[in-house]
């Protein structure tokens, strides 16, 4: 009876979720990146980069193509872990880093060519109140960017988890307080931002949710939280850490399962539509949309051949990743948007 019973609580949506498959890219044979992988980005040509380039907590590098350095933290503590593209006022695309360790966002500046380094990188933004940086979202009309954090306790409380924003001067202002905050993204139109919640008690990981804001993307203002998706009620997979999230220019949200190898697809309703497989990885640390239509999902985290390495699986779909839309679209002089990147997500608040 009792089972029954549950089983029917499970629910028709998780059990009507389509079941995807991505297929290898990096193998860990073939792979430069170590196997704390993470903090996948792209930039306007649809080049995917990553953290732990070489095996190193300070460096990014490019994944696509042929694997090599995009940008190396100074300090020896440096821990770079979320990295996004962005295109400043004149048009020229920037890019930012945290730094977990050191509390800090760099802005790089000066880019030497498509799927070049940087030849500027200077703090952003720094707080020695903010967690960490973990990972971090932009709203590109106001050019603000978001932050999650956590400190990983056993037993966690509220402040375990923290949300920051810092406006374009790289002022920095602290948004909330949460159990471990990680994924962190927000919606096409810009009128919601995502933040995953996770709680441990007595060592467990015993909760993993989703959080959903009003966002107001000039002031950073978040309000009327409440619970987009929770794990435990979906799937019984409230164990499972969330990672990175993303969007697509529909809504969807794609969120980074970090130890069942998997990530989870839903609707902007909330709805769970479909689960993607990772032959490669077993924990699964991010993701993000790139290829030259910005439509293949590029998905990373430690491989299942090798723990020492990181890999990447890709899943070729059909819907354009907002990051992307976003660098081809935005208003910077001479950019011009990726063919077949529409909108129908609700069209953007410029302030
Ligand atoms: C992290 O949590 C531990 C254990 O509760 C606490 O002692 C420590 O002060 C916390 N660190 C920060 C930076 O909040």
Same mark, same amino acid.
């Given at each position: ?75 020896? !503590? ?7 593209? &962005?295109?400043? @006022?004149? $048009? #020229?695309?920037? +890019?930012?880093? /945290?730094? %977990? ?87 096409? !139109? ?7 919640? &996770?709680?441990? @008690?007595? $060592? #467990?990981?015993? +909760?993993?949710? /989703?959080? %959903? ?105 059909? +819907? ?32």
């Amino acid at each position: 009876m009792k089972i029954v019973l549950a089983l029917a609580l499970l629910g028709a949506s998780a059990l009507a979720a389509t079941e995807l498959q991505a297929s290898p890219f990096i193998a860990a044979a073939d792979s430069r990146f170590g196997a704390t992988i993470e903090g996948a980005a792209v930039d306007r040509a649809g080049s995917i980069y990553a953290v732990d380039f070489d095996s190193s907590a300070a460096q990014a590098g490019l994944v696509t193509g042929k694997q090599r350095l995009l940008f190396k933290a100074p300090g020896a !503590d440096a821990l770079v872990n979320g990295i996004r593209f &962005a295109t400043d @006022k004149l $048009g #020229a695309e920037e +890019a930012y880093v /945290v730094d %977990a360790a050191q509390h800090q966002v760099y802005r790089l500046t000066g880019r030497q060519g498509a799927d070049g380094t940087f030849a500027g990188a200077n703090v952003f933004c720094k707080d020695s109140a903010m967690l960490q940086p973990n990972d971090i979202a932009i709203a590109p009309s106001s050019g603000r960017i978001f932050l999650s954090g956590m400190n990983y306790t056993s037993d966690s409380v509220v402040g375990n988890g923290d949300l920051w924003t810092c406006d374009p001067t790289g002022a920095a202002q602290r948004l909330g307080q949460f159990h471990r905050t990680n994924g962190i993204e927000v919606s096409p !139109d810009e009128t919601r931002l995502y933040l995953s919640e &996770a709680e441990n @008690k007595g $060592g #467990a990981v015993v +909760a993993n949710r /989703v959080l %959903a804001f009003d966002l107001d993307p000039a002031s950073g203002a978040v309000a009327n939280k409440r619970v987009f998706v929770d794990f435990g009620k979906l799937d019984s997979t409230a164990a499972a850490d969330i990672d990175g999230m993303r969007t697509d220019v529909n809504g969807n949200l794609y969120v980074t399962r970090n130890g069942i190898g998997k990530v989870a697809v839903f609707d902007p309703s909330g709805q769970l539509t479909a689960y993607i497989t990772t032959p490669s990885i077993d924990s699964v640390t991010n993701l993000e949309f790139g290829g030259p239509k910005g439509t293949d999902l590029f998905i990373v985290g430690k491989c299942k051949a090798d723990g020492t390495k990181g890999c990447v699986d890709v899943y070729h779909g059909t +819907a354009v990743g907002n990051a992307f839309h976003d660098l081809g679209s935005s208003s910077g002089a001479g950019s011009v948007p990726p063919a077949g990147c529409g909108k129908t997500g609700g069209r953007r608040r410029r302030r």
